[in-house]
């Protein structure tokens, strides 16, 4: 609840203007109940960041899945739009914020991407322990190589008032991603006969 509450003020204010007083407030606790859960603000930012990686990438999926299918729900290919947006805004809020507190940018680095990009390193090496791809470079480059062509427009058109025409373009865009990563760009040889 405290995460949750933190993360809607940090939404609805920014970063800088929410006050631990208006988060233990939201929540119906003193602040010494806070202070006691959370050490301070950026504590509840990191545990929002943690909180919120789910939104980013699904962990771990089923192995069965094909690998393509695999991918899809990874990245979250069928996150509504409301979800969309919210993700988005709290990366634009957190971008903005961190010009005036650069620990937000440790904070999302080290409890966001390194941890979502560890995760989904995991998965793709065991994927190759299998036998089902065959990584180029080692499983973690990798993770962040398909990370990036993923989120890659998103983050970087989001310090702009980016967003997809629509649900569906954002699938097409992930779909597209996952297929040159597990495919290439290049066209299959032709069969020998």
């Given at each position: 609840?405290?995460?949750?509450?933190?993360?809607?003020l940090?939404?609805?204010?920014?970063?800088?203007?929410?006050?631990?007083?208006?988060?233990?407030?939201?929540?119906?606790?003193?602040?010494?109940?806070?202070?006691r859960?959370?050490?301070?603000k950026?504590?509840?930012?990191?545990?929002?960041?943690?909180?919120?990686?789910?939104?980013?990438?699904?962990?771990?999926?089923?192995?069965d899945?094909?690998?393509a299918?695999?991918?899809?729900?990874?990245?979250?290919?069928d996150?509504?739009?409301?979800?969309?947006?919210?993700?988005?805004?709290?990366?634009r809020?957190?971008?903005?914020?961190?010009?005036t507190?650069?620990?937000?940018?440790?904070?999302?680095?080290?409890?966001?991407?390194?941890?979502?990009?560890?995760?989904?390193?995991?998965?793709?090496?065991?994927?190759?322990?299998?036998?089902?791809?065959?990584?180029?470079?080692?499983a973690?480059?990798s993770?962040?190589?398909?990370?990036?062509?993923?989120?890659?427009?998103?983050?970087?058109?989001?310090?702009?008032?980016f967003?997809?025409?629509?649900?569906?373009?954002?699938?097409?865009?992930?779909?597209?991603?996952?297929?040159?990563?597990?495919?290439?760009?290049?066209?299959?040889?032709?069969?020998?006969?």
């Amino acid at each position: 609840m405290i995460i949750d509450c933190s993360r809607r003020l940090f939404l609805e204010q920014g970063y800088g203007a929410t006050r631990t007083e208006d988060i233990a407030t939201r929540c119906k606790i003193s602040k010494q109940t806070l202070y006691r859960l959370f050490p301070g603000k950026s504590a509840l930012f990191a545990a929002v960041v943690d909180a919120d990686r789910p939104q980013w990438l699904e962990l771990p999926v089923p192995d069965d899945l094909p690998l393509a299918a695999a991918l899809e729900r990874i990245f979250r290919i069928d996150i509504s739009e409301d979800e969309d947006k919210e993700r988005l805004d709290f990366f634009r809020m957190t971008l903005a914020e961190a010009q005036t507190y650069p620990e937000l940018s440790e904070i999302t680095r080290t409890n966001g991407a390194q941890q979502a990009h560890a995760a989904l390193a995991i998965w793709m090496q065991r994927q190759a322990d299998r036998g089902l791809i065959n990584l180029a470079l080692d499983a973690l480059t990798s993770a962040r190589m398909l990370s990036d062509m993923i989120f890659g427009a998103m983050i970087l058109k989001s310090i702009g008032e980016f967003a997809w025409r629509s649900g569906e373009a954002r699938r097409a865009h992930i779909r597209a991603a996952i297929h040159v990563f597990l495919h290439g760009v290049c066209p299959a040889p032709a069969a020998s006969s």
